[in-house]
């Protein structure tokens, strides 16, 4: 066990060191950030550009930089912001709650449609309701995410008045997001559901609780997909990568106050620290969950550290 | 009624999702390729007069017009080339070279299968939109940096499919005795392992381009991908979003577009992984 987790520690700690350099390598490659702040000011001087790159710290070379980095990526401390000054490390614990209460909601939302839903299609395979199921679940992963999230402004907020559009003010405005990620994560889970499903379906313990005279509903819900949570559990965990990157693209749409938002503006205002800072969380908060996964995964199951 | 549920669950149907998929794709190809013959005026032509025009009104502008009065069915289909564009190039170029690495790291391993499987690892740990942003944040949005960034982040999966394939198909008999014989390296990897793996690629790529017209067209939504100015389905829902209370059919049909393509060419790889694969899993 000791060496399962080393080994995917090391993986993981990989992985960080190769999306940080990436990111900073890139970053550095986009130019003098001291000219970039002073565009636009009147009379600046040589002296005055050395200043602010001695200030950034800009005018050492990149391995003390990308050092300086991770140094201070330990200490969660990742600069301030070009514009204003603030610390990007509030900026993103200002954004994060919204970013990853939304992808909770919509992980909740996914999972409590497809596993019904998957369920149902494994037991009427080849039938109506499993074909149903496929074309729909087929639709779910072809409708790009932010047009659907358009369509249900359009309809539930602008054309009903239900819902409000946009925003973060309370409970209501969590739906539209929430439901738009919750239906698009489901047109992939309920095929994972539907094949683990089928897989433990044949098993003998099914078998054998329908000897017994259960009812269907026990056997299905009690039985089966208790012995199928692990494996689901993985794939849902390992989703969550693909989650955030889906709400990112979302948070546009509803003006959602969370890491997408901020990342866009960022780009937009080329605030080269706080999207720096703001990619390297997101692939912490990813590179983490999967290790966690993973690591849960090979305590439950000795299979998979063995191998 | 006991007809049409006996069909439902027939081989019938899956023949009938294939119909449909190659319908939609086929007649959304055609008219993309001939959108100038069939729109004459273009995409960009102004009736200034018919501004924000709604739909299934006129039979000058079907699906009505845009802002500044331009044919939404037009700029549609002349939307779509930019879409199969993107999605047939950049496919097109991630098979080339992952198709390559995943042979020469599966067939010869040692260095260059360790490079490979690890940044397979940096890849799947970092979804796509992540590597975009940053990817565009630095060198622009442009149609050469959108079809680059697609490359660089879906070569990947081919390597890995087409590895795992050939670290079992050289352990087989035929190929054994190939070597056995002294056929040349190069000759046992395009003669005997390529026309073994090429169903499986077949299927991916497939469902790639659906997916890579999806990523293309959030890009440009987001305003990292094509040139507003050139008309895209993505740029198109971006700039409709600011008259979706007075105009809906702005923001409707490129997602409508979108849909049919992306569900045209899954319908498409479903059916050819079913084809390929007669177990009859019919599951990812």
Known sequence: MAGFLLKRLIQAVFVMIVVTLVVSIAIRLTGDPALMLTQGAGSITEQDLERIREALGVNRPFLVQYGGFLAGLLRFDFGNSFLGGTPVSRLITDALPATLLLALVSMAISIALSIPLGIRAATARGGVADQAIRILSLVGLSVPNFWLATM?????????????????????????????????????????????????????????????????????YKHALRNCAIPLITYFGLQFGGLLGGIVVVERVFNWPGLGTLAFDAVAARDYPVLQGVITVLSLLIVGVNLLVDIAYGLVDPRIRTS | MAAVLSFLRSQHFRNLEFLVGATLTLVICLAVLFSDQLFPGGADKMDLLARLAPPFRNAAHPLGTDPLGRDVLARVVAGGRISL???????????????????????????????????????????????????????GGSLTNTIILLIVSQWVQYARLVRGSVLALREREFIQSARAIGVKDWRIIVQHLLPNLIGSVIVLLTLNVANNILLESSLTFLGLGIDPTIPSWGGMLASGRTYLQVAWWVSVFPGLAILLTVLGLNLLGDWLRDSLDPTGRTSR
Do not use: H
């Open chain 2, 85 to 139: 564009l993107v999605g047939f190039v950049s496919v097109a170029g991630a098979v080339v070279i992952g198709v390559l690495m995943g042979l020469i790291s599966g067939y010869y391993r040692g260095i260059c299968d360790m490079v490979v499987m690890r940044f397979a690892d940096v890849q799947l740990a970092l979804p796509f939109i992540l590597l975009a942003i940053t990817f565009i944040a630095i060198v």
């Open chain 1, 152 to 220: 249900l402004v359009l309809l539930f907020a602008i054309t009903l008045g239900w819902l409000p559009p946009s925003g973060m003010e309370g409970p209501a405005n969590f739906i539209l997001p929430a439901v738009t990620m919750g239906v698009i994560l489901t047109a992939t889970n309920v095929r994972l559901v539907r094949s683990a499903m089928l897989e433990t379906l044949q098993s003998q313990y099914v078998m054998v609780a329908r000897a017994k005279g259960l009812s269907e509903g026990k056997v299905l």
